[in-house]
């Protein structure tokens, strides 16, 4: 089992940029995939990036490539998204997410946090 908890969200004009991180307790965290999914309202939980348990591969939704970089401490057990240049259009709930094998689907990972809200003004 492993809890996770977003935190970084918040409000930011377009063209600015925010740091989620997500912080994970629980089972050997190094073990897992884990990856960012957004929902915006009204709208199915997206893919956004995911990584592998060492940090050595990535995969980025094309909207967000050369915009966002997902990355991760093993020894914090945390992961986390940077996302810069933002847009009106990334304004979602972003969550968190962890698996052992993983894909591009939400429904390939078993473990999720509660989400953060980021809001971007035009």
């Known amino acids: 089992q492993v809890q996770l908890g977003e935190s970084g969200g918040g409000l930011v004009q377009a063209g600015g940029s925010l740091r989620l991180s997500c912080a994970a307790s629980?089972?050997?965290?190094?073990?897992?995939?884990m990856g960012w999914f957004r929902q915006a309202p009204g709208k199915g939980r997206d893919f956004v990036a995911r990584i592998s348990w060492s940090g050595g591969r990535t995969n980025y939704a094309d909207s967000v490539k050369g915009r966002f970089t997902i990355s991760r401490d093993n020894a914090k057990n945390t992961v986390y998204l940077q996302m810069n240049s933002l847009k009106p259009e990334d304004t979602a709930v972003y969550y968190c997410?962890?698996?052992?094998?993983?894909?591009?689907?939400?429904?390939?990972?078993?473990?999720w946090g509660q989400g953060t809200q980021v809001t971007v003004s035009s």
């Open positions: 629980g089972s050997t965290f190094s073990n897992y995939f």
């Open positions: 997410a962890g698996g052992l094998t993983v894909g591009l689907t939400a429904s390939t990972y078993d473990y």
